[in-house]
């Protein structure tokens, strides 16, 4: 049981160039979330989803497109990368019981965009 | 939606003390509120949380109090060690339209001098 998985580890891009962070879960969980985490700033909702084939805007949306195919998988994806887009990427995943259960995280995607 | 404000930004205690760090919330709806330690280069993990139907939750060393008249929660560690130290986040849970999401705190960096 991996729990949550993000890949790549680390990545560095250049200004204008895309990429896709890939997030998988094994734990049947329908929520999924992705969050960038800046110095000072605490984690930041981009983009979730409430169970496959839905997704919705979090705090910070610009720039950034998700896709919610299969129920394990969430993608994040990044047309044109910016400088400001430089960050810490934490995936994590949810389930209701009833109630909302806690979130677990995976170990984060370092992006940096020169 | 939700807002979340934590306080102090930073801590620091010497071994043996405790730590207090506190949170608000403004939506008197939410219901679930978790706390997460991060340490340098982690993944956020939880490590307690509690419900609105609860007003105080232990855990050994780590508590988590409620008052729901004030919309304020707070977290109590005793007894810190040097392994304490980390980054603490604070959450509340939305609710209707935004069911599932958490509205983070920016988090409180703690500090346990030996």
């Known amino acids: 049981n991996a729990g949550v998985t993000q890949t790549p580890k680390f990545r560095v891009l250049k200004t204008g160039q895309s990429m896709t962070l890939l997030c998988a879960q094994d734990?049947?969980?329908?929520?999924m979330y992705w969050y960038r985490q800046d110095p000072g700033m605490g984690l930041r909702l981009i983009h979730y989803?409430?169970?496959?084939?839905?997704?919705a805007k979090g705090e910070v949306p610009d720039g950034y497109n998700v896709s919610r195919l299969k129920k394990q998988n969430f993608l994040l994806g990044l047309e044109s990368a910016a400088p400001s887009q430089t960050s810490v990427y934490f995936c994590?995943?949810?389930?209701?019981?009833?109630?909302?259960?806690?979130?677990?995280f995976g170990d984060g995607t370092r992006l940096s965009i020169l | 939606g939700e807002n979340v404000e934590q306080h102090p930004s930073t801590l620091s205690v010497q071994e043996g003390d405790s730590a207090v760090i506190k949170c608000t919330y403004s939506?008197?709806?939410?219901?679930?509120f978790p706390w997460y330690k991060q340490e340098l280069g982690k993944r956020p993990q939880l490590i307690i949380d509690?419900?609105?139907?609860?007003g105080e939750k232990k855990d050994q060393r780590i508590a988590v109090t409620l008052n729901k008249t004030a919309k304020h929660f707070s977290l109590h560690i005793t007894e810190t060690q040097p392994e304490d130290s980390a980054v603490y986040f604070c959450?509340?849970?939305?609710?209707?339209?935004?069911?599932?999401?958490?509205?983070f705190g920016r988090g409180t960096q703690l500090t346990v001098w030996p």
């Open positions: 994590a995943s949810s389930y209701l019981q009833g109630i909302l259960q806690p979130q677990h």
């Open positions: 734990m049947n969980h329908e929520y």
């Open positions: 989803s409430v169970g496959e084939g839905t997704t």
């Open positions: 939506d008197s709806a939410s219901n679930y």
């Open positions: 509690i419900r609105s139907n609860v």
């Open positions: 959450a509340a849970s939305g609710r209707g339209s935004t069911l599932g999401r958490l509205y």
